[in-house]
């Protein structure tokens, strides 16, 4: 359907302002209740850099599997902070190199990549402005306008109900093994963050 012949804006007062969907205190609040967007993420999006760690890890994991058949992911993790912790300035050079030219290669892509055109609400339209040849946007169903492209709010998923009465997912011995040692580790480390007292 053709734009609205006679342009909102032609009074002052109408003039196109920026669609607002949603206060902060809303946004903040349908943060805490989101599980998860609707919206795809692009699959042309360019790669988040790799740390030097995280090289490592790639070099050694296999080996730590096959070392230690038995550990789980967090055991797993453990034993290579631990690894890496013992690495050192020149043992860890090479992987800071791998980390430089990843950072250098998603800092070029990030540079050319377009981010794909994010879908308008329902009832929303594109049109030029004869007068400026600029385009705008126009809701149809109430001849609202606006210079900003609107987007559409993701859909959110229902948060799903946890049964009280269902049973707990048993613990691993490593998560056990935690529960034992993390007051006195606290207690020794009182500066340290959860990450950091992770891989004492």
């Known amino acids: 359907s053709e734009a609205p012949f006679n342009y909102p804006w032609k009074c002052s007062h109408n003039r196109p302002r920026p669609l ?18 609707d919206r795809p993420k692009d699959p042309n999006a360019p790669k988040r850099a790799k740390s030097a760690y995280f090289f490592f890890m790639d070099d050694v994991r296999d080996k730590v599997k096959k070392k230690h058949p038995t550990a789980g992911i967090g055991e797993l993790g453990k034993l290579m902070g631990e690894m890496w912790s013992k690495l050192s300035e020149k043992e860890k050079l090479p992987y800071q190199k791998k980390a430089d030219k990843d950072k250098e290669r998603y800092n070029a892509e990030k540079e050319a990549y377009v981010p794909p055109t994010p879908q308008m609400p329902k009832d929303w339209a594109e049109a030029q402005d004869p007068n ?9 169903k109430t001849s609202e306008t606006t210079w900003s492209r609107p987007e559409a709010a993701p859909l959110k998923l229902k948060k799903k109900k946890k049964d009280p009465d269902a049973p707990k997912r048993a613990k691993s011995a490593y998560f056990f093994f935690m529960d034992a040692v ?11 963050t959860i990450g950091e007292l992770g891989k004492l």
């Open 20 to 37: 607002i969907f949603k206060t902060f205190t809303s946004f903040a609040l349908e943060r805490r209740t989101m599980v998860k967007s």
């Open 132 to 140: 400026t040849g600029k385009t705008y946007y126009y809701n149809r």
């Open 182 to 192: 993390r007051g006195k580790t606290k207690a020794d480390n009182p500066t340290a």
